[in-house]
């Protein structure tokens, strides 16, 4: 009998067991509790071929020696691809429509606050002020994303809709219907210059960490209608340089951000981000990993594997996404 083991750090498992029991009836599913214990026979663990997680612990490895390959639960797999004792296996991550459509309602949520001028009408609430402002039409506004994959794509396919011009950059060239891409580093200026609001969709990889600091925030487009570049963060916190992000922030390089994801999180109550105007945060549910609908994903993935056929959304360990 296939063991398929379930090990998700920050989030309890009974959900996801009772869903990943009922789409692999035939198979033996068994989960670690949250904080890495297991409660049941050491052969069990040992017999693990299939590894569902989310942050595993890196010493789990060396107790599955039969393991044959790593599910993320997550679309992104930094998660695994940063621990130290991962074993050279085909890791697969998540590209399911259910975690899509919820990337697409942030990112479009987010563009048209922005564009509805969301932040200043906040303010004025605040102090109890009417006023009317100038408010630009969607087709003024270039909106860039960084990381056309399948959420960049996805996101723009719903924003070209809303009459924005929409840009993408992405590792390689790539044509996108309705989309100005550019690609590489050699590209990435050009990018920025057309850009008024930037929305970041890139993985966490060696390449791109950091990316989102001085030098990127500066040569976003300064004279669209919105009085200064937004970025909208939903990609990773380690893409963004905090301490530049901040100073970009105050001194109206950046006009405003939204941020759902951080360099350490949850984000320390200390941060001086929490209390921005220009800023809105949102604690890493830009999307989620839903186990009414994963599951079945899952499913999919373990029966091609036993049926001798490849797994899908294969990781590029090379690449580092
Ligand atoms: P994909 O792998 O489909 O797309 C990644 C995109 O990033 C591709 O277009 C890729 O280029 C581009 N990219 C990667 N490296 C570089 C680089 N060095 N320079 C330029 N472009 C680069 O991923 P998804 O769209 O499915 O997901 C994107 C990320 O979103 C995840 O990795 C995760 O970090 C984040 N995420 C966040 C969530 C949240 O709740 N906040 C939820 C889910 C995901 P190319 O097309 O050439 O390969
Ligand atoms: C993911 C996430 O990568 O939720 O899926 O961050």
Same mark, same amino acid.
Request: glycine share 8%; with cysteine; hydrophobic share 45%.
């Given at each position: ?55 595993? /612990? ?80 969607? /087709? ?68 791109? /960490? ?85 599951? /079945? ?25």
């Amino acid at each position: 009998m296939t063991t398929v083991l379930l090990s998700l750090a920050d989030w309890n498992p009974s959900r996801w067991l009772a869903s990943l029991r009922e789409v692999l009836p035939e198979e033996k599913v068994i989960a670690l509790e949250p904080d890495g214990r297991f409660s049941g026979e050491a052969d069990e663990l040992e017999a693990t071929e299939y590894l569902v997680a989310w942050k595993p /612990r890196p010493e789990l490895f060396a107790r599955l020696p039969r393991l044959k390959a790593i599910l993320s639960v997550g679309a992104g797999v930094d998660h695994l691809l940063n621990l130290p004792q991962l074993p050279q296996l085909p890791i697969a991550r998540i590209v399911d429509p259910d975690l899509t459509a919820r990337m697409v309602e942030y990112v479009t949520w987010q563009v048209l606050h922005h564009q509805r001028l969301g932040p200043s009408y906040q303010t004025l609430q605040r102090a109890s002020r009417w006023r009317q402002l100038p408010q630009p039409a969607a /087709r003024e506004l270039t909106v860039g994303i960084m990381g056309l994959g399948v959420l960049g794509i996805a996101s723009a396919d719903i924003l070209i809709r809303l009459g924005f011009r929409l840009t993408g950059w992405s590792r390689r060239a790539k044509e996108v219907a309705g989309v100005v891409t550019y690609h590489g580093d050699g590209q990435l200026t050009a990018f920025l210059r057309e850009t008024d609001i930037l929305v970041c969709l890139l993985p966490d990889t060696p390449k791109t /960490r950091g990316i989102l600091g001085h030098r990127v925030f500066s040569e976003l487009r300064r004279e669209g209608p919105l009085g200064g570049p937004v970025l909208i963060n939903a990609g990773r916190g380690k893409l963004q340089n905090e301490a530049e992000l901040v100073a970009a922030l105050k001194d109206g390089t950046l006009r405003a951000a939204s941020l759902d994801v951080f360099q350490e999180e949850p984000l320390p109550a200390s941060s001086p981000l929490w209390n921005m105007e220009n800023v809105v945060i949102t604690p890493h549910v830009a999307s989620i990993s839903d186990p009414a609908t994963l599951p /079945r994903l899952i499913a999919r993935q373990v029966k091609r594997m036993e049926a001798g056929e490849p797994l899908q959304f294969v990781v590029d360990r090379a690449a580092g996404y």
